[in-house]
Each structure stands twice: as structure tokens, then as C-alpha cells.
């Protein structure tokens, strides 16, 4: 197995460069990196690699959620230009 767990994938990119709420976004689904090869730039590379896909795909923005208590992803997301949206919260219901 490489050194990336999982590669991260648009969820919700719309090519036509307008989405419901205004220009597209796309959003990052998982983006992990094997413990061994972290703060070695992985997950940099990985989340360039993810904006230049969601650029060819049309979207404007990119978005993900990160846990509060995940001081690691936040703080690579922080070092690659991101910025906490403190005015949305995730709403979750499971259907079991």
C-alpha cells in the first residue's frame, strides 16, 4: 500500500461554475495521510493536487470539515491558505 491512505476527491463540485448558493464550490472528503509520512509535506501536495482538479472542474471555492479536536488537519489546512467558517455548523441524522 502507498503512503496515502485516501486521496482526496471532490464531493460537490458543480462544472458549471454556478451552484445553488452562488459560484460552485468543491468540498475535500477525507484527506488522510499515514501517520509515518506526515510533516514531510503530503498532505500539501495532496490538497494542491485536489484545487487543481476542482479548478478543472469549474469551482471557484473548496471547503471541508474538520473536526474541533483534530489539531493536526487543522493546522494543515490553516498552513495551506484556509480559514475556519465559524457561521456554519454540520447537521447529522442518522437513518438506521
Request: glycine share 8%.
Given at each position: 500500500?502507498?503512503?496515502?491512505?485516501?486521496?482526496?476527491?471532490?464531493?460537490?463540485?458543480?462544472?458549471?461554475?454556478?451552484?445553488?448558493?452562488?459560484?460552485?464550490?468543491?468540498?475535500?472528503?477525507?484527506?488522510?495521510?499515514?501517520?509515518?509520512?506526515?510533516?514531510?509535506?503530503?498532505?500539501?501536495?495532496?490538497?494542491?493536487?485536489?484545487?487543481?482538479?476542482?479548478?478543472?472542474?469549474?469551482?471557484?471555492?473548496?471547503?471541508?470539515?474538520?473536526?474541533?479536536?483534530?489539531?493536526?488537519?487543522?493546522?494543515?489546512?490553516r498552513?495551506?491558505?484556509?480559514?475556519?467558517?465559524?457561521?456554519?455548523?454540520?447537521?447529522?441524522?442518522?437513518?438506521?
Amino acid at each position: 500500500m502507498s503512503a496515502l491512505d485516501v486521496f482526496s476527491s471532490p464531493t460537490a463540485a458543480t462544472p458549471s461554475g454556478k451552484g445553488r448558493r452562488g459560484p460552485a464550490a468543491a468540498a475535500s472528503s477525507r484527506t488522510m495521510v499515514r501517520p509515518a509520512w506526515r510533516r514531510k509535506g503530503v498532505g500539501s501536495v495532496l490538497l494542491r493536487a485536489a484545487e487543481d482538479r476542482f479548478k478543472a472542474l469549474g469551482a471557484v471555492r473548496a471547503d471541508a470539515m474538520v473536526l474541533d479536536s483534530n489539531d493536526l488537519g487543522q493546522n494543515l489546512w490553516r498552513a495551506n491558505g484556509y480559514r475556519r467558517q465559524d457561521d456554519w455548523r454540520r447537521w447529522v441524522k442518522e437513518l438506521r
